[in-house]
């Protein structure tokens, strides 16, 4: 959980360190060629029994709604205080475990109801709505952290016929051929000293992924998600330092709230009894 804390955190401050001079497709190209670059050579190496999907639809379709989810996420980073893009995002397991009940059959119970209401009240907090106005970038995260929910909703699905490996390698496939023709159109050559923030932007976006999916695979959610609130002081403290910004206490105290209820959802969850 820790490298999935440092991979997003560095991801978030190489996406603004090109921002300058490169959008978010091309951000693309750069994340999904690198992580293709790393991938295949470990699926040559197992002689590419991970290629095959055993629900390619579900692939194409989860991978659609992370790569707006994506994109929406390195323009907000553009646009907003770093620690209001993380705060946001936490509000993503809210909308996941809603899209597992309405889509994949699971229950509504206590844990999720106070992770929906806790998790509201706190986007409530950060947002404003009608003291301060909601802005473009704040629009734009809200609608990457409902596509992200809809991509991890498609991915509890995918396992149950994908392995981790399958599913990152149909993820650079994926969505690096949907970048590469409007990546191609908007590119701007990389400059020699732009090369290290693009290099952090592969690995990390692909190491994220993998880190997360060992740590769920190692210890309980309940463990797990702790860690993850990490990336919120992090992150403050990195935007104090590398780009001067004001953090705002009421974002911290909406970012608690949303957590509050995601734990607490978990931990309700972690009670019940294991079915036979």
């Known amino acids: 959980m820790l490298g999935m804390v440092g991979s997003l955190s560095l ?9 300058p001079r490169h959008d978010p497709m091309e951000l693309q190209v750069m994340r999904h060629a690198i992580g293709l670059a790393i991938l295949l050579p470990i699926v040559a190496a197992r002689r590419f029994r991970d290629v095959r999907s055993g629900n390619i639809r579900l692939q194409i379709y989860r991978n659609l709604s992370h790569f707006g989810a994506t994109v929406g996420w390195y323009a907000a980073v553009m646009l907003l205080p770093l620690v209001e893009v993380f705060a946001i995002e936490f509000t993503t397991p809210v909308w996941t475990a809603l899209l597992a009940v309405l889509f994949l059959g699971e229950r509504l119970n206590t844990g999720r109801v106070a992770a929906l209401v806790l998790g509201l009240a706190g986007i409530l907090i950060i947002l404003r709505p009608g003291v301060t106005a909601v802005g473009a970038g704040e629009a ?55 090369i290290p923030w693009v290099v952090i932007v592969g690995i990390t976006g692909l190491g994220a992924h993998l880190s997360l999916t060992k740590a769920m695979q ?43 209820g995601n734990y607490y959802s978990i931990r309700h969850e972690a009670r019940k009894p294991a079915a036979a």
């Open 218 to 260: 190692l210890a309980d959610a309940s463990l797990v998600a702790p860690v993850d609130f990490l990336r919120l002081p992090i992150i403050a403290l990195v935007g104090v330092l590398l780009y001067a910004e004001a953090i705002d206490v009421l974002v911290l105290v909406g970012a608690a709230m949303i957590f509050a």
């Open 11 to 19: 991801l978030a401050v190489a996406a603004r360190e090109l921002a």
């Open 140 to 194: 734009i995260m809200l609608t990457a952290a409902f596509g992200f929910a809809i991509a991890n909703a498609a991915t509890k699905a995918l396992t149950r016929t994908d392995n981790a490996l399958t599913i990152l390698l149909w993820m650079s496939v994926i969505q690096g051929a949907i970048a590469i023709v409007p990546g191609s159109l908007s590119w701007t050559p990389v400059s020699a000293a732009e």
